[in-house]
């Protein structure tokens, strides 16, 4: 039998002085009420009520027992409560993970924003480069960018992004603009090293399918903010996504080139575990990059 069903059975045959008024209350029988406290007193091995048929006395020991029952069964109430406000409105922590430069630059200049529109909610962020196991590691959810989707997760869209190759305008007057992808071979380009994560190859989409071309330069790192920078200081040309240069190419600090070569778009997405009713802290949040997202000039072109 039910712990809970018993301890209800219990408290409201105490408030009510009566088993037929409590059971009344609850909306079963007597006898299943009486059933209840009686398994209640067998599970605890002590007596908690005395009952007759015309009245209903409480132990001392059920004195005691019967006020921490009450607050127990409060406690749920309240829980159950926050559960279900919690569908409708944003309440609680919110844990997301995003790649760290995107993070930096999309998902955090956002969440003041964010959490002004819903005081009742905190918001933890996570910045890794690493794919994060979202269910494992207790997030809510993640943010990808092109990266592979296991079957577990859902996942909502939230923008597109390309590769292109850009420079600084001072770059291209000195060293001249690349018309095809053989150009590359006479330019100095910055690449992240093998140990970042990537080769020393770019990816363009030529006549229908994918080509890799070997690139080189006089300077390399495996750290992506350094080679942006590098970049808009006019030392060479940089492979780079639209996302990392919006705010460079809308002042002009860097152009982009080769664009017709430039690979299809890969979607920017956020995705959750899988479950059956997803929390309205998640549900507007995702909402909420979306907006935001869709102001995204370069994320569209």
């Not at 993970?97 to 969440?111: D, K, L």
């Not at 597109?160 to 000195?174: G, H, T």
């Not at 990816?203 to 942006?228: A, M, Y």
Request: net charge positive; charged share 25%; glycine share 6%.
């Amino acid at each position: 039998m039910d712990r809970l069903k018993q301890m209800e059975a219990f408290v409201c045959a105490v408030d009510s002085g009566s088993l037929a008024k409590a059971a009344r209350s609850i909306g079963i029988t007597p006898a299943m009420l009486g059933r209840r406290v009686d398994a209640l007193e067998k599970r605890l091995g002590t007596k908690l009520l005395h009952r007759t048929t015309r009245h209903l006395a409480v132990t001392e020991e059920g004195a005691v027992f019967v006020e921490q029952c009450k607050r127990t069964l409060d406690e749920i109430d309240v829980a159950e409560d926050l559960i279900r406000a919690g569908r409708h409105t944003a309440v609680g922590q919110l844990r997301v993970t995003a790649p760290a430069g995107f993070g930096r630059r999309h998902v955090a200049p956002h969440a003041p924003a964010f959490l002004a529109q819903h005081p009742q909610l905190q918001l933890s962020l996570d910045l890794s480069d690493r794919v994060v196991d979202l269910a494992r590691e207790g997030f809510d959810l993640g943010v990808r960018i092109g990266s592979v989707l296991e079957p577990d997760l859902v996942a909502v869209r939230l923008a597109r992004n390309r590769r292109v190759v850009c420079a600084a305008p001072r770059y291209l007057e000195l060293h001249g603009v690349p018309r095809t992808l053989e150009d590359l071979g006479r330019h100095q380009c910055l690449v992240i090293t093998p140990s970042g994560g990537q080769p020393r190859t770019w990816s363009f989409q030529n006549k229908d399918r994918t080509v890799s071309v070997h690139v080189q330069g006089r300077l390399d790192c495996n750290d992506g903010e350094l080679l942006h920078r590098w970049a808009i200081e006019g030392l060479g040309l940089a492979w780079r996504s639209t996302w990392e240069i919006e705010a460079q190419l809308a002042r002009g600090d860097l152009v982009t080139v080769l664009d017709e070569f430039a690979l299809p778009d890969y979607d920017i997405r956020v995705v959750y575990p899988r479950q059956a009713h997803l929390p309205a802290r998640v549900r507007f949040f995702i909402d909420y990059l979306r907006q935001v997202y869709a102001t995204r000039e370069y994320w569209r072109q």
